[in-house]
């Protein structure tokens, strides 16, 4: 659908060097702000759902329970406090 707004000329300008950066149109730009308002101003959560899981199968990253278990080799045993 389209629609007409009206936006600043200096916001017009930093969107369109924003846009022309990552080599898309001001229409995608736009379109891409909408979504993002969106997300951040609606109370639905499935935001999770589409997340959850979603680093379940890389391999290069590792095993996060022995990363922390890495960083915390220099500390006193909880035992021992």
Known sequence: ??????IPDDDIEKL?????KGKRSRAAA???AVKLYLV?????KDWIARGA?????RTD?????????????DRRPYEDI
């Open 1 to 6: 659908m389209r629609i007409l707004t009206d």
């Open 40 to 44: 951040h101003n609606t109370d639905n």
């Open 16 to 20: 369109d060097a924003l846009a022309a």
């Open 30 to 32: 736009i379109r891409d």
């Open 53 to 57: 899981g979603l680093w379940k199968n």
């Open 61 to 73: 990253i590792g095993d996060a329970v022995e990363y922390q278990r890495t960083m915390r080799e």
